[in-house]
């Protein structure tokens, strides 16, 4: 298949979350199976075009509802003859610090910014006069292309491709004031309510939701939870509506990246034989991130958005009883929200060498984090999938989870006692509260001092589990046939 995805973020070039590592993966896997992909990504300012990368010889039009806008476009490969990056160049929009906005704040004019983005994704594809099969949009960033090739490009060569928009987060919406119609050049007509007007404004991920041909959730447990409120985020009419189009599919894990025995970024390998390794990368991670320098006591790991979706400010306020209480250490990795950093900050300073903090992204550290720590914390309130959780388990560090979301459909409950194939990988709980938290801090805490036999087992169950693409690409190529089929081509 012909397989265009358009995407704001994407590892290694621009990555705010997982969703940048989700659509590299993909787009490799995809290609690694034959498909011809091509990903269309904004040129940010951190990104530098390199020697070998092509610019296209023309300027791109880009058609805005208020005069073309023109970029330049760099192209690369993506290390497979059929795969193939374009870099959209336009100064005014993208020569910037952030990807979406700066010190927590999204740029005011991130409505034309990902137009341009949108636009320029399918004005490459009348420029290449190359049609894809199938279009994989992801967010709100690029939810209006779905609404595009319905309206603007239905009746031109476009119109007969299908789209598929990937949800990874239903909390950012794209909502932008209601010039936005005009700015696109979308008609009039489709600024009602089962399209992209709500509550008088444009809400762009509620109009790729009515209009893609199919949708997708990142984990199978998200693409219930989101039909209801708070998971739905106020879209529970929309979602509903399109359920029976709606397909939840695990994200998978990039292996060749994500791996202890391999992983360039570790100051020791091992694997699941041999956990050898693994204490030297405790030992270096406690001196890196200063801890004090104790193999018996088990160490928590955090790596992490400081976002109110992942819970953290339930750890903040209780982490000083759980340093008071049990004999631990916290190793924690995240920015964001100034208060939780903050707080964090002040916690590190209250107990020096039992919680290191590293604040900002650190792609090393966090690596050292998922290898170097016993168990790996995650109590967030939603989640679409996470990651984390599937790498801390591949690095043999046990995840206390909330079930919700992806968390629930990867993270298997501990069993005490049990044998290894039913021991489970991690420690999960129910309510989003300080006290389940402190418990299940507490439960861990416990296994390890008291159950070390119950630890190895589940380190063992926890890193021989398969979150590989396989199955999941699979389903992408599945649900691309699916949608091309319902768009009769
Ligand atoms: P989300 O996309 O909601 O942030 P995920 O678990 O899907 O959550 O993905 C998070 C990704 O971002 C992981 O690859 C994680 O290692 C990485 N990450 C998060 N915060 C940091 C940080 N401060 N430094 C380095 N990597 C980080
Ligand atoms: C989003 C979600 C996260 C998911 C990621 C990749 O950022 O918050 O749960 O893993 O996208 O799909």
């Known amino acids: 298949m012909r397989i265009l995805m358009v995407s704001s973020e994407m590892t290694p070039f621009a990555k705010v979350g997982g969703l940048a590592d989700v659509v590299a993966a993909l787009s490799y896997e995809l290609a690694r199976k034959g498909h011809e992909v091509k990903v269309v990504l904004p040129l940010y300012g951190s990104i530098s075009p390199e020697r070998h990368w092509k610019a296209l010889p023309d300027p791109l039009l880009v058609p805005f509802g208020t005069g073309p806008q023109f970029g330049r476009v760099w192209e690369t490969t993506g290390g497979l003859p059929n795969l193939h990056f374009y870099f959209l160049e336009h100064n005014h929009y993208f020569q910037r610090a952030g990807v979406y906005g700066d010190a927590g704040e999204g740029y005011p004019d991130n409505d034309e910014r990902f137009l341009f983005l949108s636009k320029g994704g399918l004005a490459l594809c009348h420029y290449w006069q190359w049609y894809p099969e199938v279009i994989n949009v992801h967010d709100w960033p690029t939810a209006v292309i779905p609404v595009l090739l319905n309206t603007v490009e239905k009746q031109g060569p476009l119109g007969r491709a299908a789209s598929v928009l990937t949800i990874h987060n239903m909390e950012h919406q794209g909502y932008f004031p209601a010039s936005f119609m005009d700015l696109a050049g979308l008609p009039r007509e489709e600024f009602r309510g089962d399209s992209l007007e709500s509550y008088g404004q444009v809400n762009l991920l509620k109009g790729g939701l ?3 041909t199919k949708l997708t959730t990142v984990s199978p447990q998200y693409s219930r939870e989101i039909l209801s409120p708070p998971e739905s985020c106020g879209l529970e009419t929309v979602l509903r509506f399109r359920s029976a189009d709606l397909i939840g599919v695990l994200n998978g894990v990039d292996t060749e990246t994500w791996n202890p025995a391999t992983d ?10 041999n956990l050898q390794g693994k204490k030297v990368c405790k030992r270096v991670l406690q001196e890196e991130i200063g801890l004090e320098v104790r193999p018996e006591v088990p160490v928590f790991g955090v790596v992490s958005r400081f976002a109110s979706q992942k819970g953290l400010d339930l750890l903040v306020n209780i982490l000083p009883w759980v340093l008071r209480e049990m004999d631990v250490q916290f190793a924690l990795l995240g920015s964001g929200d100034p208060r939780l950093e903050a707080g964090f900050r002040e916690v590190a300073r209250l107990f020096p060498g039992k919680v290191g903090l590293g604040v900002g992204y650190n792609n090393q550290l966090a690596h050292r984090i998922e290898a170097g720590s016993d168990f790996f914390v995650m109590p967030s309130r939603f989640e679409p999938c996470g990651l984390n959780q599937m790498y801390s388990m591949l690095y043999g560090s046990l995840p206390l989870v909330r079930d919700t979301g992806g968390l ?6 501990y069993r005490e006692g049990a044998g290894e194939a039913d021991i489970g990988t991690g420690f999960v709980f129910q309510e989003a509260s300080e006290n389940a938290l402190y418990y299940t801090i507490g439960w861990a805490c416990a296994t390890w ?19 590989s693409w396989g199955p999941s690409v699979e389903r992408y190529e599945q649900i691309y046939q699916w949608a091309q089929a319902a768009r009769g081509g």
């Open 210 to 212: 009515y209009h893609a």
């Open 264 to 273: 360039p970024l570790l100051p020791a390998k091992y694997d699941a034989d």
């Open 408 to 413: 629930h459909d990867t993270v298997e409950q």
């Open 449 to 467: 001092y008291d159950r070390p036999d119950d630890i190895q087992k589940l380190i063992r169950r926890a890193m021989t589990r398969d979150f």
